[in-house]
């Protein structure tokens, strides 16, 4: 055999020895091309869920979830495309486009980015059809409000920002998420569970198929549905009430300390915070002076005025400084001290008519036998403290704890405040407003509407919360169970519970002229808060019926004036309306409507 | 048997045709085609006789590619002889037809004439007509390898459509001219010619590796070494290896000590420098000519390796970018390195039993550029796995191999260095096609033999088998080859 032929024949097997060693090694001993392969084959293609839905206590829809698309993008896959028609489809500006597809690009080169978020069905079947490489559509869904009612107390969603996405893996970028309100505090309860397509994709990002048949795909889970405790037809009426009023409304189921009514005024169209203008909208909300993004009802701290004579009776009778008995005179004001200026009433009183007819002197006279009982305080200082832990008791001064986010502590005053303010020297008639619920007193509306609960329970309370039913759930928070005792005796709620019925329902009340309608019994307890923005506040606080309360509420209109002239009437409207479901009063309405307020403080002022 | 011509017939006729090699050949074109089918099938489910895809239109060649290796068996082995020349000459002027307005440019490369709907690649077919032509000047009595002259009209005849395809500026095709080195082996071309080419190679890939001063002082110690195995002096190569040490520090300091900066590089050279004379008194007293042998080779070396630089830079940029991506310098995946890294996925990602037929990722979503004609390989190697790259790489070797094996057998001179030369083109496209879809070689475009989409590629290769097949047929040596 020629010994040439042998060595090519050597050298041939030689090349294709070579050629087979490094097969095996890339095909059998390196393992990372295959997972090259899926990176570049497979595509995770999130499924969002559909968020969960929001029902009022009477199963009428709060919050709807309707489909909207979004285009994706993967800067990577991008292929030269007509910009011009794309702008056209999707409805946007060049420029709009342009900088989306810049922010896209330095978000990441491969993974998919939102690009345009909530384009319309039209939108989303012409893109289906031009399949531009590097973009696709995907399904989520956007809030919708049949009665867009509410706004803030059911909150907004936005995209996640940064932060979220660090604490929580669940986010990815472009996801959305509970921004205020319920949307907020019920985040984890409304998200439901993303799914995941894998899909197989080509090189220009085009999809092929799935992968494996979808055996590793999964389903997305609807978030869960909520039944709130709102009642949507009366928080519509309320917020029609509060029209062009700032200030807030809120009722409570006195047995559960279920929330019936949030309204915070000015609101907003809950619609304006969904779809491709919500940026836009929601810059102009929080342009707007009067700040209708602000849920007043939880937000705000407002000197209770009047209504916490109620507090300051109850405290009384439990020290044992006051027997309902007592009789104060008063002509036109307690004129100690400084002195409190009151208005035209019989003279002299017992502690019902007091609060009948909201005697600001019996007040001062209550409150300073509360501070200077020296037999049982040695100092005014161990008196205060007592009275606070009284007021506290109520709910005031701190967070209710409630289901929803954004609630204020309020303020009840402190020893140690009035020692540090006065340098130590300080008595009995220098806190003296507060014995008419003036002064360092701040409660927010919904702190009000859970004293006139408690005076409706004659004595304990419910957290309010505004979800009462978490679907496939048995019970919400334990904590909504809880019964809060306050520090008063039940026996001494009666004869407040009479002067609140006779405030309504007796001549010489603050609220009958536009409170009292036969058969709803309310009771209540006007206010008039004196306030550094300008025209007192007018506040109302009652609830009805009379025996077995069904509806407590609080009034609380900004510089509305005497707390009869409109925070009754709103509030007898609403009870009426929560009650027999009707309105015999429709001049009442008209009457509500067409009062006009001036807020040169809010809409004077300069914004940015 | 040489009266055996085409008015043979009955049972005779085809009994001497190597059917090892035909089933060989089968089998290729048919895994081939496979590939093809899973690399060009846009997923509808169309017949896989449609001629509106490119599996279809494959088919429609490998079918009139048959039917003239059918007329070509037929034929009387001596026209291939008397036609070698003709042939050589009509397909020249084919691929010099491409360089004319008449030529069709794609990717690049002027390499396609197009024919109604058609394009022919001259080139493929050039590859037959040197083979033939090559095969007739060495069957002449008088030639001889040793002789200078005959060698360098041998280099004539493969240099001028070698040439003529670089005009094209279709590298890939020009470069498997190399492959007639493997039958000029055969034939007994100076094996000197081969040690050269392998050492200039080496240094060409080492020269992009290396330090500059590394790849010297690595030039020193081997030519010294091999000088030394020679002359069997290791003691005063040592000695002088020491010596040009320390003069090279020296040299390097006494620089830093004037403070003129001179590199480690220059030093070396200035200390050989200096030890020109003592070396060259040494090897003259001694008569050791082989000392001078191996310094001019280190001369050369060095030379060579600063030459690479500027031949480098004389190259396409994407030439240069596809030599730095196999020697792993430059690796930009999204560009240029692109076309490997993603080939290799797909290839890797096979693993040993594959994606199965029609599954494959990589290539089916377009990941693999070329993929059903450069980089069909992928198709294998995804879809198949170690199972298919093996079978195609064992069909390959031994069809190969077959070939050399029809070669020897030969009577005459003319089908031995027909059938080598068909062995070698098939060897140098299999070497480069697969080696660069694994990283083992540059990207040169060139097709697989048989797997390969392309008319003119698949009825070259096809025309080049039967020519040998047909040769083996008739003048097969009945000594210790008989079948």
Known sequence: ?608 | MITRNINNSGRGAMSNVDWVAVLLYFALIAFGWVNIYAATNSGSADSPFDITDRYGMQLIWIGGSLLIGVVMMLLDYKYYHILAYPIYIAALLLVLVTLTPLGHESNGARAWIKLGPILIQPAEFMKIGVALAVARFMSAYTFSTKKLSDVVKLGVMIGIPMLAILLQNDTGSALVYCSFLFMLFREGLNVWIYIVIGFVVALFVLSFWIEPTVMLVLLVVVCAALQALQNDNLKQTLQYLAAVTLTSVAVYYLFVAVGAAVSMFWSVIIALGLSLPVLVTYAYRRQMTGVFMYLLLFVFSVGFAQVTDVVFDKMQPHQQHRILDLLGIESDVSNWGYNVVQSKIAIGSGGFAGKGFMNGTQTKFNFVPEQETDFIFCTVGEEWGFVGTMLVVSLFAMFILRLMRMGERQQETFGRVYCYSVAGVFLMHVLINIGMTIGLMPVIGIPLPFFSYGGSSFLAFSLLFFVALRLDEANRELSSFSV
């Not at chain 1, 909150?155 to 932060?163: D, F, H, K, L, S």
């Not at chain 1, 019996?362 to 606070?388: H, M, S, T």
């Open chain 1, 1 to 608: 055999m020629n010994n040439k032929y042998r060595i090519l024949r050597f050298a041939v097997l030689v090349v294709f020895g070579i050629i087979a060693l490094r097969l095996f090694y890339i095909q059998i001993v390196d393992g990372s091309y295959k997972r090259s392969s899926a990176n570049n084959s497979l595509r995770y293609e999130v499924q969002y869920p559909p968020r969960g839905v929001v029902y009022d206590r009477n199963g009428e829809y709060l919050i709807q979830s309707k489909e909207i698309y979004d285009l994706m993008i993967i800067p990577g896959d991008v292929e030269p495309f007509d910009t011009m028609l794309m702008c056209r489809i999707v409805n946007v500006s060049k420029e709009r486009l342009k900088r989306e597809l810049r922010k896209a690009r330095n978000y990441s080169w491969r993974r998919p980015s939102v690009l345009l978020s909530q384009i319309s069905k039209e939108a989303k079947l012409r893109l289906d059809e031009l399949n531009y490489p590097g973009f696709y559509v995907v399904l989520r869904t956007a809030r919708s409000y049949p009665r867009n009612i509410a706004g803030n107390l059911l909150g907004y969603v936005g995209e996640v920002g940064e932060r979220d996405i660090e604490r929580d893996d669940y986010y990815r970028s472009g996801d959305y998420i509970g921004k205020s309100g319920i949307e907020l505090a019920y985040e984890k309860e409304l998200r439901g569970e993303k799914g995941v397509k894998i899909n197989l994709v080509d090189v220009h990002g085009i999809v092929k198929g799935q992968y494996e048949d979808g055996r590793f795909d999964t389903l997305p889970t609807a978030g869960l549905a909520l039944t709130s405790t709102l009642d949507a037809r009366l928080q519509e009426f309320g917020e029609e009430l509060m029209a062009g009023k700032v200030g807030s409304i809120v009722a409570i189921e006195p047995s559960t300390g279920e929330i019936l009514i949030m309204a915070s005024s000015p609101s907003y169209n809950p619609d304006q915070l969904v779809g491709r203008e919500r940026g836009n909208n929601y810059m102009e909300l929080l342009r707007d002076s009067r700040r209708p993004l602000f849920n007043r009802a939880v937000m705000s701290k407002y000197p209770p005025g009047s209504t916490f004579k109620l507090v300051n009776g109850l405290i009384g009778l439990q020290e044992g400084v006051l027997t309902t008995e007592q009789h104060y005179p008063c002509s036109m004001g307690y004129k100690v001290g400084k002195g409190v200026a009151c208005h035209a009433h019989p003279s002299p009183i017992k502690l019902e008519q007091a609060v009948q007819m909201s005697c600001n002197a019996y007040f001062c006279y209550v409150f300073r036998n509360i501070l200077d009982n020296r037999r049982k305080y040695p100092e005014i200082g161990d008196a205060l403290e007592q009275w606070n832990e009284y007021v506290r008791s109520f709910g005031f001064g701190r967070k209710l704890d409630s289901d929803f986010t954004g609630e204020l502590n309020g303020n009840v005053p402190t020893r140690a405040y009035y020692d540090k303010v006065y340098n130590k020297h300080w008595n009995s008639l220098t806190v003296i407003s507060l014995s008419i619920g003036q002064g360092e007193l701040g409660c927010t509306p919904l702190q009000m509407a859970n004293l006139a609960a408690t005076i409706a329970n004659r004595g304990y309370y419910y957290i309010p919360h505004v979800v009462k039913h978490i679907e496939g759930r048995d019970s919400i928070d334990r904590r909504f169970y809880e019964r809060h005792t306050t520090l008063i005796d039940r026996k001494h709620f009666s004869t407040i519970v009479e002067g609140m019925y006779k405030a309504v329902h007796e001549p010489g009340g603050t609220a009958v002229a536009l409170g009292r309608l036969q058969g709803l019994e309310l009771c209540g307890k006007t206010g008039t808060a004196q306030n550094p923005q300008g025209k007192d506040h007018s506040t109302f606080l009652g609830f009805a019926p009379k025996d077995d309360p069904k509806i407590a509420i609080s009034v609380y209109v900004e510089n509305g004036g005497f707390g009869g002239t409109i925070a009754v009437p709103i509030a007898s409207l609403i009870v009426e309306k929560y009650l027999t479901d009707t309105i015999t009063r429709p001049h009442l309405v008209d009457y509500v409507k067409n009062m006009k307020i001036a807020y040169p403080y809010y809409d004077n002022k300069k914004h940015k």
